[in-house]
């Protein structure tokens, strides 16, 4: 038997290699670490680094033609790799358990939840089949979900993203695991049940003692529960330590430039606000360059980096893959450029998109003919000025009315009612005949830049399209000299015109929908959680193309992303949606220094963060938002309202002027006060 | 549930009621007068007799008072009377009618007990050989001309090896067991006449066998894709992070998934073959609808015609209901939308 001493997990110098037909993809290649019972152990890195399937080998998960071909994964003494399919079946869901990142997906959606609750108990003879499903409600109720028994017969798709997750995990730790495995638990979840979720994922730990690995793309999720940290990058570990050690002082260029390149909530906005990016993309995993991995696109490199570093200790506790900072040195931090003297022009009096009273309702079908109607209430009386030049962010959670909004905007749809006005032009129920000019003007650019691309066509194909209809170029040759100019100008070669979609990186293909937008010359531009899909590096290489051609171009924003702290780095203005209905309204600088509305308040506070006094302060708001099928009456906010009061129930707070630009529609503004408040009055008054 | 079988039922009800006027519209206004038909040369050239066997007929009244008359006919179970053997169309179909459904019955169940457990078998050795297998079944069983199918079975199997009866539904040596059903299967053990059971299961083998073969490789090839499909989705790789038994992934988790399409599939399938047996019933002599069906085309007899058309509508909008309600039990998702 093993003593206590030894670690849980053991993890030596792993590789995982995908045997495929276009060649060895190594993704795994070299990592190494361990992990002690009750531990919580974070790994971080972009798309592609192998997270995920260095998870699914601690559980030797993998399918064809995936294979272990070197290293060591002993978990309690017992070597992983080397065990018949039979012992490892014992492992799995017993001893270790894994929580996946899609919810939606992760059901059999033709099983109860009772179903798929009781068989992973009784799978490993610990219970007799009614004995699991006790347990299966006790669990349901200890994740945090009402009236267990009666929801446990109940189907996946009658529960909401959230709720399937605290499925997942009841799921993880009914057999009460030594080590849960959580690959982005939280990815696919609003900003408010991650941090539900992660509450709980902490208390659990807690409580059970169980040892949690957390993969997420997001140090702040990270930080928030792990005492530890693994920094991925092409298939090896870069840099391991305490998540504030990494934070404050990276030792490897690689978290030097995750760090830098994602804007956050406690930064001060000011000039320039183009991010810090590193070039290029990650290496080809079926070809890693010699020496360094990072050496290509590392701004720190020297002469020894051709060779291959180790991953050594660089300070108590911590270790990096990095000559440099195993020489001793620290990597400063990039010195934020100076604010470009062509400030943002002072905006026009007149507003280029005044919205008023906006309202889609939706007459959903009936669930049969022997039913009323239902209509869902998407949109619900929605004002909204934004004026030449500006940038206005959308915010709020997924189910609060943003993409229709946009689609309202741009037309996409017709108005249940309200007024949508262009420039000066009422186009809330023009044909599309008369819409067309002004199509040329506004532009939509949408999450998915691969489904919104067609992928039979050429890239210079996609681009010359938009120019032949709107007759912006008359001849051949002339749509190639613009595609050209339009591919230099979001920061493409000249050579991507003659390539497919399908081979460009996500990134990149978000430059190519990002060009078609602008290839008719918009004054307009719509982005629909433009970068939400992207990794970091890729998303402030986006947000800065976007200032820039904003400078440029004399653009105006309208902005949709559910990343806070994105949205107050590239907005002027921010509007809180919830339930289609706008809450709050400010300048963004105002609206995260003093969040009036409970709501804004709560959804700041629910962003991850690294500030330990902040943490602990948190508003976590309970619930999830409701249906708008059936909302509310008065508040629509004030089922989930720490501050609510009967007044709240009869009547409905209208948008009200508090402060020049502040609108904020609650009877008690300022009643939920989120924690840094204070903290940023004091980094004001210091500063 | 219930609301929704409610709701299905009156869909269906709709359907049938669009089918009797489709039907009625089409027999009504199809080319060739059934009177030159009917009548020969000689009476049709007389006015007198003409008119008579049209007022006979109703075929002198006005379209919707003819559609009226039939509606209300229908409510009472009369199609009419056979213009070719003059008697009341439903008693033809009640006649005939069994032989098929036991036909293609037979067929469909050996297709199924044969094709699902082929799909999913290569779905699960993907690769293997139990995979090509299925795959070349699949593929023969779809692209052979059941003619064809039809001729080489019995020149094979009754011409050569002598292993099975000639065409027709029993051997010339039996009784007909007395009508109870009208099914011979059932009406043969009922009146204790196990040889006549047992000869007419011989006589059934060959043109079940044949009419089976492409459902079967519909069904292989569309279970076994369907299984593919489920087993390639994230809860899958859930079930296998619990623990669970191989057996209890593929039967508990990736099967009842897969059995929707094959759902969808079967019950097209099971209607196709309920209608589709002219070639098969003409070449195995069998006395089934199929070929009551291409007599009353070649005689343009239009009650019979009509008849027959209406039951295979009743056919199509049944087996789609039993498909919706199977469906709904298995995908709870259904009712939700
Ligand atoms: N089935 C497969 N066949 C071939 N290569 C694969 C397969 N699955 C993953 N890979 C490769 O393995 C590498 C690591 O993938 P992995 O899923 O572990 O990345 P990740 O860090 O989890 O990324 P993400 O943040 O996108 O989840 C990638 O290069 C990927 O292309
Ligand atoms: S070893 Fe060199 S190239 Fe690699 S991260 Fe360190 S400084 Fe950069
Ligand atoms: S009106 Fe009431 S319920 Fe609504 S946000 Fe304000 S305090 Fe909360
Ligand atoms: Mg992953």
């Known amino acids: ?687 | 549930m219930l609301r929704y079988i409610t709701s299905r039922l009156l869909v269906a009800a709709a359907m049938v009621l669009l089918a009797t006027l489709i039907v009625f519209l089409i027999a009504n206004t199809v080319p060739g007068d059934p009177v030159l038909t009917q009548l020969g040369d000689v009476a049709a050239n007389n006015p007198a007799i003409v008119e008579a066997y049209r007022h006979k007929w109703g075929l002198d009244l006005p379209i919707w008072d003819r559609y009226w008359i039939f509606l209300r006919g229908l409510a009472h179970g009369d199609l009419g009377l056979s213009i070719s053997s003059q008697r009341p169309v439903i008693d033809d179909i009640a006649q005939y009618a069994p032989a098929t459904v036991e036909l293609s019955t037979v067929a469909f169940l050996l297709s199924l007990i044969f094709g699902l457990p082929l799909g999913v078998l290569a779905a699960m050795k993907r690769d293997s050989w139990i995979d090509h297998l299925a795959r070349a079944v699949s593929l023969i069983g779809v692209s052979s001309p059941t003619f064809w199918l039809a001729f080489i079975m019995l020149a094979v199997f009754y011409g050569w090896l002598g292993w099975a009866p000639g065409p027709g539904q029993i051997g010339a040596d039996q009784f007909p067991p007395p009508d109870v059903t009208g099914f011979m299967l059932i009406d043969a053990p009922l009146a204790g006449q196990w040889d006549t059971f047992w000869d007419a299961i011989a006589h059934l083998a060959l043109p079940a066998i044949v009419l089976a073969a492409s459902t079967m490789g519909l069904i292989t090839r569309t279970t076994r894709a369907a299984m593919l499909e489920a087993l390639s989705q994230d809860y899958i790789r859930v079930a296998r992070a619990k623990g669970l038994l191989r057996r209890a992934i593929m039967l508990g988790h990736a099967l009842p998934n897969a059995l929707l399409p094959v759902i969808t599939l079967g019950g097209l399938a099971y209607a196709q073959l309920l209608t589709g047996t002219v070639l098969t019933e003409t070449i195995f002599s069998w006395p089934g609808l199929g070929r009551y069906t291409f007599q009353s085309a070649v005689f343009l007899d239009f009650p019979a015609i009509m008849g027959v058309t209406l039951v295979v509508a009743v056919v199509y909008v049944f087996v789609n209901l039993l498909v919706d309600v199977s469906y709904a039990m298995l995908d709870p998702r259904v009712m939700r939308r």
Request: charged content about 25%; proline content about 7%.
């Open chain 1, 1 to 687: 038997m093993p003593g206590d001493a030894d670690p849980l997990l053991d993890v030596r110098d792993l590789r995982t290699w995908f045997f495929t037909d276009a060649g060895v993809v190594r993704a795994v290649d070299g990592v190494s670490f361990t992990l002690s019972r009750g531990e919580t152990l974070g790994i971080v890195g972009e798309s592609g680094s192998g997270k995920s399937v260095a998870a699914k080998s601690i559980m030797n998960l993998l399918e064809e033609p995936a294979r272990i071909v070197a290293g060591s994964i002993r978990f309690r003494g017992r070597e992983i790799t080397a065990l018949p399919e039979e012992e490892l079946r014992d492992i799995r869901g017993a001893e270790i358990a894994m929580v996946f990142q899609d919810p939606m997906t992760s059901l059999n959606p033709v099983l109860r939840i009772s179903r798929q609750l009781v068989e992973t108990m009784t799978a490993h003879r610990r219970f007799t089949a009614p004995a699991a499903r006790t347990r299966a409600a006790s669990l349901l109720g200890r994740m945090g979900i009402a009236a267990p028994e009666r929801v446990l017969d109940a189907w996946p798709h009658q529960f909401s993203g959230g709720m399937r997750q605290r499925v997942m995990l009841a799921m993880g730790f009914a057999n009460e695991p030594s080590l849960i495995l959580a690959d982005e638990p939280t990815t696919a979840l609003d900003v408010t049940i991650q941090a539900q979720i992660l509450d709980l994922l902490r208390a659990l730990n807690a409580d059970l003692g169980t040892a949690v690995i957390l993969i997420s793309h997001d140090l702040g999720v990270i930080a928030t529960i792990c005492s530890r940290v693994l920094v991925m990058y092409a298939g090896e570990v870069v840099e391991e330590g305490r998540p504030q050690d990494l934070l404050s002082d990276p030792r490897h260029p690689y978290t030097w430039a995750l760090l830098h390149a994602a804007p956050r909530l406690d930064e001060a906005v000011a000039g320039d606000r183009r991010l810090a990016t590193i070039e290029g993309q990650p290496p080809d995993a079926r070809a890693w360059p010699e020496g360094c991995r990072f050496r290509a696109r590392c701004p720190f490199a020297i002469e020894a980096c051709a060779r291959h570093p180790a991953l050594l200790a660089v300070d108590a506790g911590r270790l990096a893959r990095c000559w440099v900072t195993q020489a001793g040195a620290r990597l400063a931090s990039p010195q934020p450029r100076a604010a470009t003297a062509a400030a943002r022009p002072a905006a026009a009096p007149s507003p280029l998109l005044h919205v008023q009273g906006l309202v889609k309702h939706y007459e959903l079908p009936r669930e049969n003919f022997l039913e009323p109607r239902r209509v869902l209430r998407a949109v619900e009386g929605v004002d909204i000025d934004v004026f030449a030049g500006e940038t206005v962010g959308l915010v709020g959670e997924s189910g609060s009315g943003k993409s229709t909004l946009a689609r309202l905007v741009m037309r996409l749809e017709e108005p249940t009612a309200g007024r949508i006005v262009f420039d000066g032009q009422d186009i809330s129920h023009a044909t599309q005949a008369a819409i067309r000019p002004l199509r040329r003007r506004i532009q939509m650019i949408f999450q998915d830049p691969y489904a919104s691309l067609n992928p039979r066509m050429t890239v210079g194909e996609i681009l010359a399209g938009p120019l032949r209809l709107h007759a912006l170029a008359d001849t051949a040759a002339e749509a190639r000299t613009r595609v050209g100019a339009l591919l230099d100008l979001v920061g493409l070669p000249p050579a991507a015109a003659a390539r497919f979609p399908h081979e460009f990186s996500g990134g990149q293909r978000q430059r190519i929908s990002i060009a078609r937008a602008l290839a008719v010359e918009p004054d307009f531009v719509v982005g629909d959680e433009p970068i939400s899909a992207l990794d970091v590096n890729i998303q402030a290489q986006i947000i800065n193309l976007m200032i820039g051609l904003q400078e440029r171009l004399r653009l105006t924003y309208l902005f949709i992303a559910h990343d806070l702290a994105v949205v107050r780095h590239i907005s002027d203005r921010i509007v809180v949606l919830y339930l289609g209905r706008v809450m709050e309204t400010a300048k963004s600088a105002e609206l995260f220094r003093r969040p009036l509305h409970p709501y804004t308040a709560s959804l700041i506070s629910a962003v991850p963060t690294l500030d330990a006094a902040r943490a602990r302060s948190r508003i976590v708001l309970a619930g999830e938002i409701p249906s708008a099928i059936d909302p509310p009456s008065g508040c629509p906010f004030r089922t989930r309202c720490p501050a609510a009061a009967p007044r709240c129930a009869a009547e409905m707070p209208p948008l009200a002027e508090l402060a020049p630009g502040h609108r904020v529609a609650c009877h008690f503004p300022g009643s939920v006060a989120a924690a840094d408040r204070d903290r940023s009055r004091r980094s004001e008054v210091s500063a």
